[in-house]
Antibody
Framework: EVQLLESGGGLVQPGGSLRLSCTAS????????MSWVRQAQGKGLEWVST????????YYADSVKGRFTISRDNSKNTLYLQMNSLRAEDTAVYYC??????????????WGQGTLVTVSS | EIVMTQSPATLSLSPGERATLSCRAS??????LAWYQQKPGQAPRLLIY???TTTTGLPARFSASGSGTEFTLTISSLQSEDFAVYYC?????????FGQGTKVEIK
């Protein structure tokens, strides 16, 4: 069974930093691109970032470009999101998600259960 | 950036009724469109990709169609477990973008 487990969320002050992790199991992690998607409370889904299987390419939403860094350690089956210069508007549940079907495009499945990031003083 | 617009925002229907959800892309996304279902307190779940390909195990009451700029998700006969929020997502271009969602609620 494919499983994704996020961790690292919490309360952080504006301007602070946080690193999220997503530990994967049940599939060949090093064969799949991975993404982060966030959802503010009561709001819709917002794509944040994607990294290809071998880390050759990374992609970011304009809202986080220059502040967030996506990375992965294929030896540890783990995806990361380093978040710096955090703002109140970054408050959300952050989901990690696997590229659903290799070669089909970046639709996402499954998703982890999410980790809550709250940026507040 | 490709803008995804879903309609209606809320669909109030009774169990057994047919639900028709729309998603419009601007500009065209070809067939690079996915549909997700999200229930309260849960992560989204992929239902459809490639505009019309259903995921393994998805009940036959779910179907989807469309290409280019106009897409539809149909639930032929709503069951209690289908009341949820549905999102479309394009993966034709970066950045990946989602529609704002359609809530299917019990009338």
């Amino acid at each position: 069974e494919v499983q994704l487990l996020e961790s690292g969320g919490g309360l952080v002050q504006p301007g602070g930093s946080l690193r999220l992790s997503c530990t994967a199991s049940g599939f060949a992690f090093n064969n799949y691109a991975m993404s982060w998607v966030r959802q503010a409370q009561g709001k819709g889904l917002e794509w944040v970032s994607t990294i290809t299987a071998t880390s050759i390419s990374t992609y970011y939403a304009d809202s986080v470009k220059g502040r967030f860094t996506i990375s992965r350690d294929n030896s540890k089956n783990t995806l990361y999101l380093q978040m710096n210069s955090l703002r109140a508007e970054d408050t959300a549940v952050y989901y990690c998600a696997k590229r659903a079907v290799a070669g089909i495009g970046h639709c996402l499945d499954p998703w982890g259960q999410g980790t809550l990031v709250t940026v507040s003083s | 950036e490709i803008v995804m617009t879903q309609s209606p925002a809320t669909l109030s229907l009774s169990p057994g009724e047919r639900a028709t959800l729309s998603c419009r892309a601007s500009p065209s996304v070809g067939n690079n469109l996915a549909w997700y279902q999200q229930k309260p307190g849960q992560a989204p779940r992929l239902l459809i990709y490639g505009a019309a390909t259903t995921t393994t195990g998805l009940p036959a009451r779910f179907s989807a169609s469309g290409s280019g700029t106009e897409f539809t998700l149909t639930i032929s006969s709503l069951q209690s477990e289908d009341f949820a929020v549905y999102y479309c997502q394009q993966y034709n271009n970066w950045p990946l973008t989602f529609g704002q969602g359609t809530k299917v609620e019990i009338k």
